[in-house]
């Protein structure tokens, strides 16, 4: 048994039964140099430079301490249970993920795109792209989904303006309109229980609504990259069509 004075001037009886916590600070560890926690001493804290966290070793694992950071691709790929990392390349100001003990999972909704300028289409009947959007792969998860927000506005004439909405190539909104001015519609996509399986209101102009129309399925792998567009199409290449806002939210 061994005694001694800590900075308070508090006597620290240290025995078998009393022994002194230890702590082993040590210099900082890219992931990849980061030893087993098993192999060290019970309490011994390090710094994680590729997360950008500060983690203790419980023995078995190593428990983060504080919020780690990371990029959606280059993210842990083990989701410890309860802890809770920052990805700094998703959404306007970063998004958190809590582990689930095997992925990491979204905590809030995501504001993912804004359209910066608008975008006009005319002097052409062709099939144009007036914007295209990459969305992460694994982001949406089995039960997410995608609320799709554009505006636009047209020539006010019986001439046709096709407006369509693609996911991958596949179309799933479309929608011809006459004699108007502006439209503003919404549109969800719904994974259902699975990354690779959705389902979507087709056939209703504003998004909410009643149709004789059925449900739109369709089976795109959302676990990997995959694309959100918008195309417009006008029936005489003399008028206009603009996409004035395209505003795309995961939830």
């Not at 390090?46 to 280059?74: H, I």
């Not at 519609?185 to 979507?200: A, G, H, M």
């Amino acid at each position: 048994m061994s005694a001694f004075l800590d900075e308070m001037g508090t006597l620290i009886t240290v025995s078998s039964s009393n022994p002194l916590p230890v702590t082993i600070v040590t210099t900082d560890y890219t992931e990849a140099e980061l030893p087993d926690a098993d192999d060290v001493t019970v309490g011994t804290e390090v710094f994680n430079t590729t997360y950008q966290v500060k983690m203790r070793s419980n023995g078995t694992d190593w428990e983060w301490l504080g919020v780690g950071k990371s990029t959606w691709a280059n993210k842990p790929a083990i989701a410890p249970l309860g802890q809770i990392i920052c990805i700094t390349d998703v959404g306007e100001n970063g998004i958190l993920c809590r582990g689930n003990g095997t992925k990491w999972v979204r905590i809030h909704s995501i504001g993912y795109y804004d359209l910066d300028a608008t975008v006009t289409l005319t002097n052409t009947a062709l099939e144009t792209e007036l914007a295209s959007i990459t969305i992460k792969g694994g982001l949406m998860g089995a039960k997410g989904k995608l609320k799709i927000w554009p505006l636009l506005s047209m020539t006010n004439n019986a001439n046709g303006k096709t407006i369509k909405l693609k996911i991958d190539g596949n179309i799933f909104y479309g929608n011809t309109r006459t004699n108007e001015a502006q439209l503003q519609f919404l549109s969800i996509v719904r994974n259902t229980n699975s990354q690779s399986v959705q389902k979507i209101s087709s056939g209703i102009t504003a998004g909410l609504g009643v149709t004789t129309g059925a449900v739109t399925s369709l089976t795109v792998n959302t676990s990997a990259d995959f694309t959100i567009s918008i195309t417009g199409q006008l029936a005489h290449s003399n008028d206009a069509l603009t996409l004035e806002g395209f505003f795309v939210e995961i939830v």
